[in-house]
């Protein structure tokens, strides 16, 4: 692959994706943050999501900003997971490796605020590490970062069965 790669999309597949987020991700609740997926491209999706009381690590004042950035890894995990999905394959694990260019809007997602997070790819290797540069919108504003992940065909190296 290389910085022009992104998915290859069937209209007529695409429309009949369930929007679930668990379709998509390997996570579970608690630690499954999204709502749903709203739209996908070959290069990238939006997906939602209510902040609620039981998402994990919500303080008085809200969920922290810094939670931003899994939101946004898991929003790229969606993105991945259409593409097993579309395959016939069930969602892979990836990692997040590292972020740049973090910039929040705000201290606090509220209780009851509506996100939205908006990938869209930059760059994806043979080994299928890419970069992709995030945000998420809110009422309050706009939040941006650039991630870093991988998604590596063999995973036991790394994670140990």
């Known amino acids: 692959m290389s910085k022009d790669a992104g998915l290859v999309l069937d209209p007529q597949k695409v429309a009949q994706l369930p929007q ?4 998509y991700i390997p996570h579970r609740a608690p630690m499954l943050l999204l709502d749903q ?3 996908v491209t070959e290069k990238g999706c939006i997906a939602k999501l ?4 039981q998402l994990p690590f919500m303080q008085a004042e809200g969920l922290p900003s810094w ?6 890894a ?4 969606m ?3 259409v593409e097993q999905r579309l395959n016939g394959n069930e969602p892979k694990l990836g990692f997040l490796l590292g972020a740049k260019k973090f910039d929040m809007a ?3 997602f509220a209780v009851g605020e509506q996100l939205t997070v908006e990938i869209q790819l930059s760059f994806l290797n043979r080994q299928k590490i890419g970069m992709f540069e995030c945000k998420i919108t809110t009422e309050k504003g706009v939040s941006t970062a650039s991630l870093l992940v991988a998604q590596p065909d063999d995973t036991s190296s790394v994670l140990p069965m």
Do not use: D
């Open 67 to 72: 939670v931003g950035i899994e939101i946004m």
């Open 50 to 53: 209510k902040i609620t009381e």
């Open 37 to 39: 997926l709203v739209t």
């Open 20 to 23: 679930h987020a668990e379709y």
């Open 106 to 108: 705000q201290e606090f």
């Open 79 to 81: 993105y991945g997971g």
């Open 74 to 77: 898991q929003t790229i995990a």
